[in-house]
């Protein structure tokens, strides 16, 4: 009984096995009255988070981790006096562990990776910068806003989502129940992940943060896997794509990111570094190429061009330390 509850990321939980356990409720049971709460009211679900556990016959089940709000949620419908006593005692372990919590001093935890690093570093950027208002941002890299689907990762390396979310899966970071992916509770404090609620019926879908997006490409790179654009074929044809996001220009990468006007053509160098500009056609997934009112070239890029070059001026900003 001194297990009733474990901490996990600085909050107090238990599990759907440890109380069906207590309670000596057939776990399926516990299962199936979570579900049918969480399908009753989406605000149910932060209370719960779905995992899985390898059984007696080496197999993987699903679970639930659930903080105190799901607990008391759950327990509510358990009657008798035995009930009652176990509910004590539970609450009591809530209280010890919580307060156990309170007295620990807070850590900071290094960067392990050049990516946590960099994320280190654009929230230190993000506290001292003043920032543009977010219609100027990028959709997805410089606003951090909103939440991104594996397909549009995915493509970036000339695969599909579904490819994408196998290989994930074969890493031990997603799993499949039913129709939905949802990511182990090893990663699922690390903000990599959110879950699009789709009202009424309460169904979930897994998108990725900003923070996830960086940790699937450094576990694509660590793998040898490159973007569609790094792989050697493409270096001699690149096929033309539809696109029918936004486009930004040098200047506007600048203005955006707070750099001063010199950067301009330090961005176009960088670019030609990358190698995104089309060379066979006027337009790739990257670049394309314009005439200003003027008539002169002018190239413009996607916001998966743009990242590619935000993302090597961090790395610049990094060993700079600006």
Request: aromatic share 12%.
């Amino acid at each position: 009984m001194n297990d009733l509850v474990v901490m996990n990321n600085h909050q107090a939980v238990t599990t759907s096995l440890k109380v069906a356990e207590v309670f000596e409720k057939n776990h399926r049971d516990v299962m199936e009255k979570i579900r049918n709460m969480s399908a009753e009211n989406s605000a149910v679900l932060k209370m719960f988070i779905e995992d899985e556990y390898i059984n007696s016959q080496n197999k993987r089940q699903p679970m639930y981790y659930m903080n105190r709000d799901g607990f008391t949620l759950l327990a509510m419908g358990f009657t008798g006096a035995k009930a009652m006593e176990f509910k004590l005692k539970y609450i009591d372990a809530f209280n010890q562990m919580e307060e156990q919590i309170k007295q620990q001093p807070a850590q900071y935890k290094l960067p392990q990776t050049f990516s946590e690093a960099l994320i280190e570093l654009a929230k230190e950027v993000k506290k001292n910068e003043e920032l543009q208002p977010k219609a100027d941002k990028y959709d997805r890299y410089l606003s951090n806003k909103g939440l991104i689907t594996i397909t549009e990762i995915a493509k970036e390396y000339g695969m599909s989502g579904k490819k994408l979310n196998q290989f994930l899966h074969d890493k031990g970071i997603i799993y499949k129940r039913g129709s939905k992916w949802f990511i182990y509770q090893k990663y699922a404090n690390e903000r990599y992940v959110g879950y699009e609620i789709h009202l009424p019926e309460g169904r979930r879908s897994l998108k990725w943060t900003p923070e996830g997006e960086m940790f699937i490409r450094e576990l694509l790179e660590n793998n040898n896997i490159k973007p569609v654009l790094e792989q050697p074929q493409q270096l001699t044809v690149q096929e033309t794509v539809k696109y029918s996001g936004k486009y930004y220009t040098a200047s506007s990468i600048a203005y955006n990111l707070g750099l001063s006007e010199e950067w301009i053509m330090k961005i176009g160098e960088i670019a030609n570094g990358l190698h995104i500009k089309p060379r066979f056609s006027n337009e790739n997934i990257y670049c394309r190429k314009t005439l200003n009112d003027n008539g002169f070239p002018r190239w413009e890029y996607t916001q998966y061009g743009a990242a590619l070059i935000e993302n090597e001026i961090n790395k610049f900003r990094l060993v700079k330390q600006i």
